[in-house]
Nanobody
């Protein structure tokens, strides 16, 4: 059973930066194509960025130029570097396998506010 643990969220002012981490325990083959998602209050969970096992990346429009997804396969960890944060980025951020969903972690809260 793979467990996903997200961390690194917090309160940040508009324009600030945060680096989120997603640590996965278990088989590395279960975390091949990974993605970051987010869910804002009252909204559905949405995709933010994708990274393949080889490091190829894809971003949704709102993340392009501001967010960077990366991974350390030796540590079974996926990261999301976020910069130029806006109030509308406020959400709980989750990671998961894009192809075959694993059990969702608790997420990490990101609040962008002055």
């Amino acid at each position: 059973q793979v467990q996903l643990v997200e961390s690194g969220g917090g309160l940040v002012q508009p324009g600030g930066s945060l680096r989120l981490s997603c640590a996965a325990s278990g088989r590395s083959s279960s975390i091949n194509v990974m993605a970051w998602y987010r869910q804002a209050p009252g909204k559905q969970r949405e995709l933010v960025a994708i990274i393949s096992s080889g490091g190829g990346t894809t971003y949704v429009d709102f993340a392009k130029g501001r967010f960077t997804i990366s991974r350390d396969n030796a540590k079974n960890t996926v990261y999301l570097q976020m910069s130029s944060l806006k109030a509308e980025d406020t959400a709980v951020y989750y990671c998961n396998n894009l192809i075959k969903s694993l059990s969702w972690g608790q997420g990490t809260q990101v609040t962008v506010s002055s």
